[in-house]
């Protein structure tokens, strides 16, 4: 019985007494990411201002990030991010409410499953980039081809994990739902989605990046309006400061998409088997 | 009797509807008789005529060696970086912003900045975007396979005085495969949408400038054919990479089987 007397002493002093150590230790980490990032934008600064490489090809950081500010307050930048945030998020939502139920449906179902294994096997990995021609002679340079191109990039992915989730059903859960009686569409309501939505959100994840590099790609590509098309037009007139400029526009929109669907996966995630501490 | 029906109908399904499928595809184009939608047969008698192999050295083979490139270095790269990565915490502190920041970036969006920055998109440049798109999902892939790995391991190894290149070539690579093989299928896919894409400016060979050239002059047959091959080119890739990775991960599964009974 001494033994665990002996260990909460330990921790007792080991959280009491360095206390100026432990915010060191937990400001260490935010000042060298801080650090790491200035430095990274102070390199970028210098390789343009010495010359290594010259200033037309690679335009200073602060002049990019002057750029964009002044991009910023006009209408045309604002409209173009719309358009783009626009593609994405209707792909996105078309790939969602077509992914999810036949991910369901086909997880659901053994032979449903067989029967389209191979459908979607050869499908799955098709590049979406190879669909570009055949829109533009289609359905030409319009929301249409670029929201089409989004929701068939992110499709596989969402399909694919909505049916592993559907699949990785607690079996015991099933059958004892099944024994008390409970019916088909409330054990798929109360068992199978609840089990599958951590799945799906990591699905989700997956496919909004995949809907935003699609998205963007219509544009660049097609002409289609938005961010891409705005680059595209600045790129052929040798505008560098603004390509660069709309790089780190679409940068950061890649990197708040990620950070907001990557929190919803962790929030989905929270209450699952594989995120308790012990196991 | 009764399961025995069942996997009957099950393999049945398994080989009609794919059949199934190209047929309506098949009746749909001679019914609808539209020039941007040939008719399925025509297609396949194009594909045997153009890519099976009278042009297959001249475009497939030049897309396969920037695709197989590019991977290649990022597959190195990504290990090579995402081990002392994963080993380090403050090599993680440091370098998580670049890379978080790079992997959600679009790539597309750098596509007109390596135009402004390398003043082409020659052949080494194809093959450098490909490999830099590439690099991410592998290096964090690795890096979560490698601090996922049971310290105790290392430290059992460590105190029986293995060395640290044997303790990473024999305990962190073989324990992180699994995910760097997760990794390396995410970026296989990529790589093939890279490859199309960086195909579509200034290239003189390869499947996307021939897709890019036949929808240019409203050659549809060849397009569709081209559509065909690409889709065709990222199964294979896939299933080969699948393969490999049986292979190499053999113990890991049988490992896994075991501990699960």
Redesign the interface.
């Known amino acids: 019985m001494a033994a665990p007397g002996v260990a909460s002493a330990e921790t007792v002093s080991g959280e009491t007494q360095p206390a100026f150590g432990t915010v060191a230790a937990r400001l260490a980490p935010v000042l060298a990411t801080v650090a790491s990032i200035t430095a990274a934008l102070g390199l970028w600064e210098f390789v343009s201002r010495a010359g290594l490489i010259s200033e037309q090809d690679l335009p200073a950081m602060t002049t990019t990030f002057q750029e964009l500010w002044s991009m910023m307050h006009t209408r045309a930048f604002w409209a173009g991010f719309g358009q783009t945030v626009r593609g994405w998020a209707l792909g996105l939502g078309i790939a969602t409410a077509l992914a999810v139920p036949i991910g369901i449906l086909l997880g659901s179902s053994q032979f449903a499953l067989r029967a389209f294994r191979v459908p979607i096997e050869f499908l799955r990995p098709i590049p979406s980039a190879a669909l570009i021609p055949l829109l533009f002679l289609t359905l030409g340079t319009t929301l249409q081809s670029e929201v089409f191109l989004a929701a068939f990039g992110a499709f596989w992915p969402l399909l694919v994990q909505t049916i592993y989730g559907v699949r990785d059903v607690d079996p015991v859960a099933l059958d004892t739902a099944r024994s008390f009686g409970v019916g088909r569409f409330e054990r798929l309501y109360r068992i199978k989605l609840p089990s599958a939505v951590p799945y799906i959100a990591t699905g989700l994840r997956i496919s909004s990046a995949v809907a935003l590099i699609l998205a963007f790609t219509a544009e660049l590509f097609m002409g289609v309006p938005g961010l891409g098309q705005i680059m595209n037009v600045a790129e052929s007139f040798g505008l560098t400061v603004q390509v660069y400029a709309l790089a780190l526009a679409t940068g950061f929109l890649g990197l708040a998409i990620y950070v907001v669907f990557s929190a919803i996966e962790r929030r989905a995630l929270r209450w699952h088997p594989s995120q308790r501490v012990s196991t | 009797m009764n399961r025995r029906l069942?996997h009957a109908?099950?393999?049945a399904?398994?080989i009609?509807?794919?059949l199934a499928?190209l047929a309506a595809w098949q009746l749909w184009t001679v019914q609808a008789q539209d020039p941007?939608f040939p008719r399925l047969s025509t297609i396949l008698v194009e594909f045997q005529e153009l890519w099976l192999f009278s042009q297959f050295e001249l475009h497939v083979v030049p897309s396969l060696t920037r695709i197989a490139l590019g991977f290649g270095i990022a597959v190195v790269l990504g290990i090579a970086l995402g081990i002392p990565l994963g080993l380090s915490r403050?090599g993680r502190?440091?370098?998580?912003?670049?890379i978080?920041?790079w992997?959600?970036?679009?790539?597309?969006?750098?596509?007109?900045?390596s135009?402004?920055?390398l003043?082409s998109i020659g052949n080494r440049q194809k093959v450098a975007f490909i490999a830099f798109f590439c690099l991410f999902p592998i290096l964090l892939n690795t890096i979560d396979g490698v601090r996922g790995i049971d310290p105790t391991m290392i430290d059992t190894a460590r105190s029986y005085g293995v060395r640290s290149f044997e303790r990473i070539r024999r305990i962190v690579l073989p324990a992180a495969l699994p995910q760097i093989f997760a990794g390396m299928r995410t970026s296989l896919?990529l790589a093939?949408?890279m490859?199309?894409?960086t195909e579509?400016f200034s290239s003189t060979s390869g499947v996307?400038y021939v897709?890019?050239i036949?929808?240019n002059t409203f050659q549809?047959a060849p397009?569709?054919a081209?559509?065909v091959l690409?889709?065709l080119l990222?199964?294979l890739?896939?299933l080969l990479l699948i393969l490999v990775e049986r292979r190499v991960l053999a113990w890991h599964r049988g490992w896994r089987a075991a501990t699960a009974q």
Do not use: C, D, T
């Open positions: 069942y109908a099950a393999i399904a398994e009609a509807v794919p499928i941007k403050w502190i440091l370098a998580m912003p670049h978080e920041w992997r959600a970036m679009p790539p597309p969006a750098l596509l007109p900045i135009i402004v920055l003043h896919s093939v949408i490859m199309v894409l579509y996307g897709l890019l036949s929808k549809l397009m569709w081209a559509i690409i889709g990222g199964y890739l896939n």
